[in-house]
């Protein structure tokens, strides 16, 4: 499971879809903020161009309020077309919105093209200077004089949630208030069970149909099987249609974990409607998935058969996608590169399952593997008490103004 930690683990933001339905055209400007690459150290003193997307349709001049998202691990465009509730107050309010891209993703490239072409220049991507940059955002946007009274609130989803609450601790003076929606800002070192997040993902499958996490479990099993021959490897490439065919036992580690990864980004993505924030689905997916697992006591074949049926729902709810890659990342436009390299400093998050309370296959959280894994990618080690050292863990009785909101689905709940 670690290449699930390194890269899935992407797919954190996945809950920060903040409620209800964008505009269907939503209409802001493009702006670009001259940011110091490195706020905390004067050696480095480049800039570069943080875009940032600025609606103020509704905004009431003077003194209206700022909605201000902190942008998490993807293209800025995203998340302002996907977080409906923003929009739906904006009127209500007379707020400006402004949707902030995070550092080392979108456009907002430190050092272009050569931004991940080597880990000494990835050395500035951290929550730390991405506070930072919306701190210094801030300011420059309330040095108009129709701002300057302009109350801030911070909003934010999944690691873009912890960002929102991390920005009212770290600079009350700046933002009056976070919401902080999906916010897993206690899943780090032990302060919650490892496993809890896959017991809410199973949770969510056997709510949306009997036989379903019970048919899902067993699949593990009946996959090691199928993976002990050349035949069975060869059978399960074209029963999933596989755009490359699966070549050996090897092969059966990448292929479960993509499997798993499905699982969690339908538990993050089981809203009430039709969206397309990762893949075009329907209202309620997990039922339209687990109407395909009813029977986990089928034969290993008939099992695996309507397992690929049911994934189908994810990746080819169309009907236009010709064959599966198991290559490409489930999070569609979402950055796997800039969060695993995050993953492999500061955002250190336990994951672990045991296949009886989860529906998951058994995996320990072996923290020396997964600094392993980290140093081989990126030559650098994982730090994992840094976060809590810096933001204070359950530590915040101190903050104030802070709401963490998630849905009743949600398996960033267990974490905040």
């Known amino acids: 499971m670690a290449s699930l930690w390194l890269a899935g683990w992407g797919v954190l933001l996945l809950s920060c879809i903040l409620g209800f339905v964008v505009p269907s055209a939503p209409t802001y400007q493009t702006y670009y903020f001259d940011q110091k690459i490195d706020h905390f150290g004067f050696y480095e003193d480049s800039t570069f161009k943080q875009r940032y997307l600025v609606s103020d349709t509704h905004w009431r001049k003077p003194g209206g309020p700022i909605l201000f998202y902190t942008g998490n691990e993807g293209d800025i465009a995203l998340f302002s077309n996907n977080t409906g509730f923003m929009w739906d107050i904006a009127e209500e309010f007379g707020a400006m919105l402004v949707f902030a891209e995070h550092r080392y993703y979108g456009e907002s490239l430190p050092f272009g093209n050569l931004s991940y072409s080597d880990p000494k220049y990835l050395n500035y991507l951290t929550s730390e200077q991405a506070l930072a940059d919306f701190a210094l955002l801030i300011r420059f946007l309330k040095e108009r004089s129709e701002a300057r009274d302009s109350a801030v609130i911070a909003i934010g989803g999944s690691y873009g949630g912890m960002l929102a609450a991390w920005m009212r601790m770290k600079y009350p003076h700046v933002v009056v208030g976070a919401l902080a929606a999906s916010a897993p800002i206690w899943q780090f070192e032990e302060l919650v069970p490892c496993n809890l997040y896959y017991q809410i993902v199973t949770n969510d499958f056997k709510k949306s149909g009997p036989g379903c996490a019970e048919s899902i479990n067993k699949t593990w099993s009946a996959l090691n099987r199928m993976f002990k021959s050349d035949e069975g490897i060869r059978w399960l490439s074209g029963?999933?249609?596989?755009?490359?065919?699966?070549?050996?036992?090897?092969?059966?580690?990448?292929?479960?974990?993509?499997?798993?990864?499905?699982?969690?980004?339908?538990?993050?993505?089981?809203?009430?409607?039709?969206?397309?924030?990762?893949?075009p689905l329907p209202a309620w997916p997990i039922k339209e998935v687990c109407k395909y697992l009813r029977n986990p006591n089928l034969d290993d074949k008939q099992l695996l058969q309507n397992l690929f049926q049911a994934i189908n729902v994810y990746y080819n709810y169309t009907g236009n996608t010709q064959c599966l890659n198991t290559s490409q990342t489930a999070v569609g436009s979402l950055d796997d590169l800039g969060w695993s390299y995050q993953a492999c400093t500061e955002m250190v998050m336990p994951f672990c399952s045991d296949g009886i309370t989860d529906m998951f296959e058994p995996q320990t959280w072996n923290f020396e593997a997964f600094s392993d894994d980290c140093y081989k990618q990126w030559g650098i080690r994982p730090r994992p008490k840094w976060i809590t050292s810096v933001y204070g863990g359950k530590n915040i009785n101190a903050a104030s103004n802070i709401i963490f909101s998630n849905g009743g689905l949600d398996p960033w709940s267990v974490w905040r």
């Open 239 to 279: 029963t999933f249609r596989l755009c490359a065919p699966l070549k050996s036992q090897d092969d059966a580690a990448g292929f479960k974990n993509w499997l798993s990864e499905t699982w969690v980004n339908l538990a993050m993505v089981d809203y009430p409607y039709p969206a397309d924030f990762l893949m």
